[in-house]
């Protein structure tokens, strides 16, 4: 049974960055063909796929974040990180990680895996 676990702040302030870390255990990350995917979800709106490293260790982002957006990987810990620099009020949501076997799609449904996520405020 893979399962992950969120860390981090639940408070950055206004064009601070926020960092997350999601430690997995059950599985490697390393493991063929799995994508390592972050996600997150505003108060009152739909999940967002915010961006993924592969198995392989290649990152994809989702566009419109992308100038902000940093994820990289611990394989040593089988953990991966969330940077997103500049952080606004607007980012303000629960971020989740979650495995699958594909990225960028912003339904729950595509992800066998999911950590329980973790509440971040942007707001001084």
């Known amino acids: 049974q893979v399962q992950l676990q969120e860390s981090g702040p639940g408070l950055v302030k206004p064009s601070q960055t926020l960092s997350l870390t999601c430690t997995v255990s059950?599985?490697?990350?390393?493991?063929?063909?799995?994508?390592w995917n972050w996600i997150r979800q505003p108060p009152g709106k739909g999940l967002e796929w915010v961006g993924a490293i592969s198995f392989s260790g290649s990152t994809y982002y989702r566009p419109s974040l992308k100038s902000r957006t940093s994820i990289d990987r611990d394989t040593s810990v089988n953990q991966f990180t969330l940077q997103l620099t500049s952080v606004t009020p607007e980012d303000t949501a629960v971020y989740y990680c979650?495995?699958?076997?594909?990225?960028?799609?912003?339904?729950?449904?595509?992800?066998?895996?999911w950590g329980q996520g973790t509440q971040v405020t942007g707001s001084s």
């Open positions: 059950g599985g490697s990350i390393t493991t063929d063909f799995y994508y």
């Open positions: 979650a495995r699958g076997p594909f990225y960028g799609l912003d339904s729950r449904d595509e992800y066998d895996y």
